[in-house]
């Protein structure tokens, strides 16, 4: 039986996807250290209110879930702020050190991704230490629940939430005054307008009154997250999240994976600062705000939409893996008619039912790509075992073959690459026809290893394809194709080998995604935090 985790000594933004939770609301506030002293002071204020990731609701020790969730986060130059010892800042990760702004080449953040186009706070963050991101605190509002159904009582649940942010941004902004300058807010987050905000607002799209779990292209998001061991609200949800066994069944990724001082999918624990208090529980927050291209998108959907067999809303749903409305992956439903008898299944399912019929799936009966393409979203981020060596198309479901001896799963080579996703969009699009306007999504990722995990997929399989036998074609959605002639992106959707159709070809892609800023942070557990605050940080 798999140990639980300590949940009182984990920060509740590295074991929640806050809006699953019902917090649709969020703001993301950036602040710059000016006396190191008072920082600490500052930072330890603000850990008394910190939410951990202990039980919510009914059930032994489980407490209330609060109106506004804090958690704190930092950057290797706030962690020098904080006067850390050098023995124990040298220990973090070289590419932490380096901060995302000069990881840009390996990143792909080129054109109109540069860091000369992003929001000011990060185009000037590492300009000069005044202007340097040392901290960020984030807020996520609860919404109640509503008192009735119908839209009024969804609106006023939402005012409530409004309100709950509200109070939790003031009681922020009376702890920064409180520190007596050791702590500054940054301005330079780009909103409506073009105007600059002292903080990063976001929330879940809206449609008719009614909040959703889509973001801007019309897609339903937040589905796969993966689930890792000592996570007990969880344990229903591994099918299909977790990793597939040798039998079929699917079991909980290593805990190493995603948190510090935990032993990780090779068995060993993942490189870390000492002491080992400062980092055990703790992990590393990659922050990207992504501007989407709305009208790039679906001119272009359009445009190909009427040449391509299936349809627009088929070819959507080829661009990410899974269809729009409902996330209904292609591999279970890769045409017309399967989606409706995918649909109907779907609306008397129960949710636990609903949950696995959207996550329990393999590409076992799909190693050709004609149901889900190689160069969508959802099979460049997770391929779950479709990168096995020595598999083949013609492989029955089931078939693990593989180099013997090799690995103990069939997606070990994956399962070393997954990533928690956290955050929500950002903005609403008010004209569809334009592409600019303040509207994308905020996405943090977390793991133990920017570079194995994060750095790996943006540079290996969303802007290349090589792995997944695509030469140089990039993701769809998120590459970052070029919009020089000389360098189009092209993606292929397969089909399947034993029909006559042709694979049909996606030429002069345009950027539907732009790098809007960002930067690494590192989490904190609760008792590295009281460690930083009272500064008896101790390598030796």
Known sequence: MTQELDLSDIQGHILRAYARFGYPKGRYVFLNIRHSARARQFVGRITQRVTTAVNWGNGPDAVQPPDCAVNIAFTYQGLKELELPRASLVDFSPEFIEGMKHRRDILGDDGPSSPECWDPIWRDNRVTREKDVHITVLL????????TADMAGVAQAMQSCTEFLEQGYQWLLDEVRHSEGGVVILGGNRGDNGELLDYQE????????????????????GIGDPVFEGVPYDVNRVRGRGKQMEDGSWAPLATGEFLLGHVDEAHEYPPA???????????YMVYRKLHENVASFEQYLQQEGKKYPGG???????????????????????????????????ATATPEQ??????????????????????????????????????DPGDPPGSLKRMTGAFDTPGALVNRRRILRRGLPYGAVRDRQRDDGNHGIIIMMLNADINRQFEFVQQQWINYGNDFKAANDKEIILGNHSSDPRFASKAVLQVDPA??????ILARIPRFVETRGGEYFFIPSMTALRMIARGVIDPT
């Open 140 to 147: 996520n509002a609860r919404a109640p629940a509503p008192a």
């Open 312 to 346: 627009p809303e088929l070819l959507a749903a080829k661009f990410v893996g899974r269809w729009r409305d409902n996330g209904a992956p292609l591999v279970s439903a890769p045409d017309a008619a399967a989606k409706q008898a995918f649909d109907a299944r779907f």
């Open 499 to 504: 029909s006559e159709d042709a694979p049909y």
């Open 354 to 391: 609903q949950d696995r019929m959207l996550s329990d799936f393999t590409y076992d009966a799909d190693m050709s790509g004609g149901k889900c393409p190689f160069s969508s979203h959802l099979r460049r981020i997770n391929p779950r075992a479709s990168l096995e060596m020595g598999r």
């Open 202 to 221: 976001v929330n879940v799209v809206m449609e008719n009154g009614m909040p959703t779990a889509k973001e801007h292209f019309g897609y339903t998001d």
């Open 273 to 283: 600062p000492l002491p080992v208090l400062l980092a055990r529980n703790g992990t």
